[in-house]
């Protein structure tokens, strides 16, 4: 029996392992067979959303699997159920940056033996849970140095860290081409300033070209401005994060300036209050604060 929730399940239609977040993220727009990994168990189970978000079992997982929930305690109360003390909301960190994996059609539910071989075949793997841009780097800024070091993290087929997928600018040498924004997110300190048809925003980080050193140069235009919550970051201490683009140099050749696609969720820019470094965290900032 667990005390903790069940939050990982295999998948029929991803032929792997999802988190229950994930599952319940797509639920309606995809119907997705899950099942308890427990090879001795397999029993369907379906997410749900109370304060966490968990998988649970119609059905009841078979008597002594791992994943049976405790459901009382010793009672002064006989026969009067004690239920388990809810416990605050976990969020689940994405290791996957991306739209996820692929969810094939399936016709019928699987037999014993085939969910037993997907059972032994991906026991080992992580369950997916695929995230945004925006969500992976709220990710980052929650963890410790140390949970980012243990923390994967997949960006197209590199198997990663959070520690080893972020790049920090302030570490980085003067050559622009050693950057490489299309496996990594980087970031690093910038100012945005207001322009009189746009937003600027302006690496402190600068990379030689001939004899000068240039920044880092991204241009939003007023008429759509994206990220929308820009403004909000004029004239203040800010972290630039990006992934995706190689900067370029300009006409005027006074800054390295890189455009981006905005339409996809999993690549662009982001940006975040304050100047984060690669060894703080939320907790750190906020103590420092």
Known sequence: MRDELMTEALCWQVESKVTADYAYKIKGAFDLDCYCPNDACLVKVFPKKRINTYFFAPE????GCSNEARSTETSLFPGRPHPR???EPRKSVPNLLGPGPTIKKKTGEPTKAELLQLAVTVRTLPAYYPGTLEEVIDAWIQLTPGERALQPLTIGKQHLTYETAFTFLGSVSDDISSLNPRERIIFGASTVR?????FLIESRKRFLHEARKLPLLLVSSKKKVLPDYLPTLVDKKATLFWHGAI?????KKNAFRFDLDFSSPYAGVALRFGELASWTSAASEN???
């Open 247 to 251: 900067p370029g140099l300009t006409d």
């Open 194 to 198: 207001e322009a009189d048809y746009s």
């Open 60 to 63: 009841r997982h078979v008597a």
């Open 287 to 289: 103590a420092q604060a």
């Open 85 to 87: 003390p809810a416990e």
